[in-house]
Nanobody, 126 residues
Framework: QVQLVESGGGLVQAGGSLRLSCAVSGDTFSSYRMGWFRQAPGKEPEFVAAIRWSGGNTVYAGFAKGRFAISRDIAENTVYLEMINLKPEDTGVYCC???????????????????WGQGTQVTVSS
């Protein structure tokens, strides 16, 4: 059973930074794609970023490029999302996600990820 446990959310002022962590367990992840989605109240989950566990290739949503960075620590079985220059519109619940994939592609659709964490709240005040 794959488990994803997020941490690192909180309240930050606009322009501030946060680092989210996702501890992963329950399988060997060499063929996994790991990622982050966020969801604001009343809205659908929105893709943020994803990474191939093996190889480290990454993909980002447009709004995340230049401000967010996804990485993984294979030894620690942890996925990170570094966020800088945060804006009020970045507020939401950030969920760690995982999908098994046998292709080189990194999925960006919410329905392409089988495993979801409970999420961690990020609130950016203006």
């Amino acid at each position: 059973q794959v488990q994803l446990v997020e941490s690192g959310g909180g309240l930050v002022q606009a322009g501030g930074s946060l680092r989210l962590s996702c501890a992963v367990s329950g399988d060997t992840f060499s063929s996994y794609r790991m990622g982050w989605f966020r969801q604001a109240p009343g809205k659908e989950p929105e893709f943020v970023a994803a990474i191939r566990w093996s190889g480290g290739n990454t993909v980002y949503a447009g709004f995340a490029k230049g401000r967010f960075a996804i990485s993984r620590d294979i030894a620690e079985n942890t996925v990170y999302l570094e966020m800088i220059n945060l804006k009020p519109e970045d507020t939401g619940v950030y969920c760690c996600v995982a999908a098994v994939s046998t292709t080189f592609l990194i999925p960006t659709g919410a329905d392409e990820y089988e495993y979801w964490g409970q999420g961690t709240q990020v609130t950016v005040s203006s």
